[in-house]
């Protein structure tokens, strides 16, 4: 009996972001039961299914990650947007107060809607325009 891999739907990409969790959860739990089952096997001397199974994991994951630093990605290049800064950060010296006004507005904003205390504290302690002083 050989494996057939489980994979995600045809239509994934078009789902909405509910179905796209479930879906991602379901392709999941199915690789793992796999790896599982195939760890649990009788020895025979041969372990190539559990290493592909354990290195489908290992691409699931790491796909799930791309996928997230992706929309971090996006985003980021969406507020560089929309405070007229390129992606190093730099600005004219002409949009440069008015980038920085930006800026703030932007973080109060993002911070108001924080409920966790946690989160709120590691945004304040992480938050991408406040890696150094611009008075200096």
Do not use: Y
């Not at 009788?42 to 299914?49: L, S």
């Not at 008015?98 to 709120?120: F, N």
Request: proline share 5%; with cysteine.
């Amino acid at each position: 009996m050989s494996f057939v891999p489980p994979q995600l739907p045809d239509d994934f990409e078009s789902m909405d972001e509910d179905e796209r969790a479930r879906e991602q959860e379901q392709f999941r739990r199915l690789l793992k039961r796999r790896i599982f089952n195939d760890a649990s096997s009788p020895w025979e001397g041969f372990n190539n299914p559990l290493q592909m199974d354990i290195a489908r994991q290992e691409a699931q994951r790491r796909a799930a990650l791309d996928e997230s630093l992706r929309e971090v990605d996006s985003e980021m290049e969406r507020i560089n947007g929309v405070l007229g800064i390129a992606s190093d950060g730099w600005t004219p010296n002409e949009s440069f107060e008015s980038a920085k006004e930006r800026a703030r507005l932007i973080r109060e904003e993002g911070l108001a809607v924080v409920g966790d205390d946690r989160l709120k504290e590691m945004t304040e302690q992480h938050w991408p325009f406040d890696d150094c002083n611009e008075d200096e």
